[in-house]
């Protein structure tokens, strides 16, 4: 019986905990210059000034994404919507490629083990 209370309090202080960091994050978006970020005129000018780059960042962000595991239908959604459908689908083909061939390369904790 303690052990079915104590992985109960673990999902408890784990979800209080992420209830805190959203907190602190949410308030630190509001409160900070960060709200100008979302300012869709102060996107499209910051695409326009970065206009050669913008590809290769979104790959490398992309790319980084995938090897963390994080899912990419957001960025590939945000590429069609940046580079139109054709263009955005081989840069996002690309970065998921790009990103699962580092991270089957890469190698695995046990692989260091003793």
């Known amino acids: 019986m303690p052990r079915r209370l104590k992985k109960n309090n673990y999902t408890v202080n784990l979800c ?8 602190i994050l949410l308030v630190i978006g509001v409160n900070s210059p960060l709200k100008a970020v979302f300012n869709p005129l102060y996107l499209e000018s910051y695409f326009q000034q970065y ?5 290769v960042l ?15 239908t957001v960025l590939t959604i945000a590429g069609g919507g940046l580079f139109g459908l054709w263009h955005g689908t081989l840069i996002s ?22």
């Open 93 to 114: 083909i690309i970065s998921a490629t790009l990103g699962a061939c580092l991270l089957y390369t890469s190698p695995s904790p046990r692989d260091f083990s003793c």
């Open 16 to 23: 209080l905990g992420l209830a805190i960091i959203l907190s």
């Open 51 to 55: 206009e050669n780059y913008l590809e």
């Open 58 to 72: 979104f790959i490398f962000v992309y790319t980084v994404l995938t090897v963390f595991g994080i899912p990419g």
